[in-house]
Nanobody, 122 residues
């Protein structure tokens, strides 16, 4: 199983980025998916999750209204549209797959990607 996250980069505050996560080696439509992030010197934290069908989502308060998660099961891909970025959004963003449910708990995710770095300058 491989989850390949991409799309990170350097952006100014107020700007936008779109992250992608492409899965292989698993039946993508059988998995709920999530994004987590880890800022320098901090613990990894939940960002957003989406159900198998895409019909249910769960956002962290810190990103609700600015970030939008989506998925395309035909392409084995998940996306994170990030708008109105803030310096505090600077982190390595990880995608993850859960066979259980839409969840904020890291322990319920079976597979993790390698991460993509997002840097937001002020």
């Amino acid at each position: 199983v491989q989850l390949q996250a991409s799309g990170g980069g350097l952006v100014q505050a107020g700007g936008s980025l779109r992250l992608s996560c492409v899965a292989s080696g698993l039946t993508f439509s059988n998995y709920n998916m999530g994004w987590f992030r880890q800022a320098p010197g901090k613990e990894r934290e939940f960002v957003v999750a989406i159900s198998r069908s895409g019909g249910t989502t769960s956002y962290a308060d810190s990103v609700r209204g600015r970030f939008t998660i989506s998925r395309d099961n035909a392409k084995n891909a998940m996306y994170l549209q990030m708008n109105s970025l803030k310096p505090e959004d600077t982190a390595v963003y990880y995608c993850a797959a859960s066979s259980t449910r839409v969840t904020r708990s890291e322990s319920e995710y079976d597979y993790w990607g390698q991460g993509t770095l997002v840097t937001v300058s002020s």
